[in-house]
């Protein structure tokens, strides 16, 4: 049974930091590339953050380079995202999700993350 399960997620002021976690199970996670999206209220959904199999290649989005961090273990089966100096437009529901280079394959439920004052 394929699953992703996100934590981490929570409130948070302005200038802080949380990380977020991203387990996953039910398929072999070293062969899928992994990948951060947020969805915030009235907004489209946007991709943070990607990081290929072996963890070789990443990308940001413009709005987070410098602040966040993916990383993966594949011992592990876990996607992280360190996010730093966080924003009140940070604020969206997070969630990773599994590609295989050909389309998104499977999603997690998301955590919520809140950043005010």
């Known amino acids: 049974q394929v699953q992703l399960v996100e934590s981490g997620g929570g409130l948070v002021q302005p200038g802080g930091s949380l990380r977020l976690s991203c387990a996953a199970s039910g398929f072999t996670f070293s062969r899928y590339s992994m990948n951060w999206y947020r969805q915030a209220p009235g907004k489209e959904r946007e991709l943070v953050a990607a990081?290929?199999?072996?963890?070789?290649?990443?990308n940001y989005a413009d709005s987070v380079k410098g602040r966040f961090t993916i990383s993966r273990d594949n011992a592990k089966n876990t996607v992280c995202l360190q996010m730093n100096s966080l924003k009140p437009e940070d604020t969206a529901v997070y969630y990773c999700?599994?590609?295989?280079?050909?389309?998104?394959?499977?999603w997690g439920r998301g955590t919520q993350v809140t950043v005010s004052s």
């Open positions: 999700n599994a590609d295989d280079l050909w389309r998104i394959r499977y």
């Open positions: 990081i290929t199999r072996a963890g070789d290649n990443i």
